[in-house]
């Protein structure tokens, strides 16, 4: 195999999905209908569709990108931070309509029903230079189109087609041709059959064949690898004999094995192989992972224990309120202004900030670390209030439109997700010295946003609040420093910034 110095990430690029499994035993039949009930036990979120292919990539080692679009909505915070979570950096367009979610029920390890919510494919909006400059400068990229849009954005088209990277483009029924000249296509057969308008009557591997080489001069592509689910796959070159690779006997769950053998032959590409080497690879890859159980066993470890989204406490705070509120003021034409930290005892200091923040913008969504995010950045001690009050606390301020909570160590998922304008910082930027770019700078790039820091109130600190509260003195005015107290460091990680 061929090797080359992969300089750039992997891209992947499609539509992603909120895919939940649901684990249950059934012992009853339900009284009003004769249909089972299940009595859920367990679930597991994760990625779907371009959003599981990231997943499987990163899970190789290899540096990712996805490029998908994402909803205001609980749906779409939630996968922000299951990618955030594998390490996936994500750059979201944004989407008209609800995040499209698959709901499947388990029993004794078989599938009951599968339940799809999420109505109608919405439109993905523009993407930013950001994105165009990624997919100029990627090692690979994998085109995962689930039919919802994202493969048939305009500029997004355009990008694909100057990239000098190897593209793969993994297809659906319902969505867009693959742009001219990628180099790999991967339909399974009855996306073949369908894209193809194969005649019936034929043996299958004259179908796949037929199929494979109508599709490769139709979208003008390098080649067209058909997947023959335990069988394989077939290879079919420009004015060559079929290659069929074959695959090693596996019995269990394939959901997600067209996702592992595409992405499979885009890290094999990004590395150098030739194409029939890459095909070779991902029917290896593909046979391994449904022997191996599929996806419930190849998700990684901080995928599977994500800790739940927090959706809701209250009409101004969790994912769902902050989504409303981003979406509404998005549709007005209007500035979205975030920032965010732990808020333990509310004080001058964080309104001064707060109130700040919010005259740069049209609203204020407040992304605050929850109680396990503080006590690992702060110590078992803290927080001395726990999030349910803090997030009502913030909530009830006026210049606050939204709380959202967030669990991870830093606001990087939030802000992957709600996209705002503007990022703001309580700091004296002016006189901090030193480093002068935030740690989300670069977060904020992948769309265009903007990160600026407003001024912080001198000696206003939680943490001397509390010992003077454990030391039985008060706390007033008199106590505060002037100039020369210590200052809020503008290079503190955000997610502890804000005490």
Request: proline share 7%; hydrophobic share 45%.
């Amino acid at each position: 195999m061929r090797r080359s110095s992969v300089t750039g990430p992997v891209v992947v690029l499609g539509d992603t999905l909120l895919d939940r499994d649901v684990e249950g035993v059934v012992n009853r039949l339900c009284p009003d209908s004769p249909v089972p009930v299940l009595d859920e036990t367990t679930y597991v979120d994760r990625p779907g569709g371009a959003g599981l292919a990231a997943l499987f990539a990163a899970a190789e080692g290899a540096e990712v990108a996805l490029v998908t679009a994402l909803a205001d909505d609980a749906g779409g915070a939630r996968i922000s931070a299951l990618l955030a979570a594998a390490g996936v950096q994500l750059y979201a367009l944004p989407l008209a309509g609800a995040t499209p979610e698959k709901i499947r029920l388990h029993a004794r390890g078989r599938v009951l029903l599968r339940h799809d919510r999420g109505g109608p494919p919405g439109e993905p909006g523009e993407p930013s230079e950001a994105v165009l400059r990624l997919l100029a400068g990627a090692s690979a990229v994998l085109v995962s189109d689930y039919g919802r849009g994202v493969a048939r954005q305009p500029a997004l088209r355009a990008a694909l087609a100057a990239t000098r990277a190897p593209v793969v483009w993994d297809p659906h029924p319902r969505g867009p041709a693959a742009v001219p000249g990628v180099h790999l296509v991967t339909p399974n057969e009855s996306e073949a059959r369908e894209l193809a308008k194969a005649a019936p009557g034929a043996s299958r591997l004259v179908t796949a064949s037929r199929g494979a080489q109508a599709l490769r001069r139709r979208w003008r592509a390098g080649a067209v690898a058909v997947t023959l689910g335990g069988d394989g796959a077939l290879l079919c070159h420009a004015g060559s004999t079929p290659l069929v690779v074959p695959a090693a006997p596996a019995e269990g769950d394939t959901c997600g094995a067209g996702d592992r053998f595409a992405t499979a032959a885009t890290l094999a590409l990004a590395r150098g192989a030739l194409v029939s080497e890459a095909v070779q690879a991902a029917v290896a890859e593909a046979s391994a992972y449904v022997a191996g159980g599929g996806v419930a066993t190849a998700l990684p470890a901080p995928v599977r224990t994500a800790a739940p989204l927090v959706v809701s406490g209250g009409d101004r705070i969790g994912a769902a309120a902050a989504g409303a509120v981003v979406a509404q003021v998005r549709a007005a034409g209007g500035t979205v202004v975030a920032t965010g930290g732990c808020f333990d005892l509310l004080h001058a200091g964080h309104v001064a900030t707060l109130q700040a923040a919010r005259q740069l913008g049209d609203c204020l969504v407040v992304c605050l670390n929850s109680d396990a995010g503080v006590a690992g950045l702060k110590g078992p001690e803290r927080p001395v209030v726990p999030q349910g009050d803090r997030s009502r606390l913030l909530a009830a301020l006026s210049c606050v439109d939204a709380v959202m909570i967030f669990d991870e160590p830093t606001p990087h998922a939030a802000l992957s997700w709600l996209r705002p304008d503007i990022w703001v910082k309580g700091g004296d930027y002016a006189s901090g010295g030193g480093e002068q770019t935030l740690p989300e700078a670069e977060i904020l790039a992948r769309w265009g946003g903007q990160s600026v820091v407003v001024p912080y109130l001198d000696g206003r600190s939680t943490t001397d609040m509390i010992a003077a509260a454990r030391a039985g003195r008060g706390w007033s005015t008199a106590q505060i420093p002037g100039d020369g107290a210590r200052r809020t460091a503008v290079t503190r990680s955000t997610a502890e910034g804000a005490r």
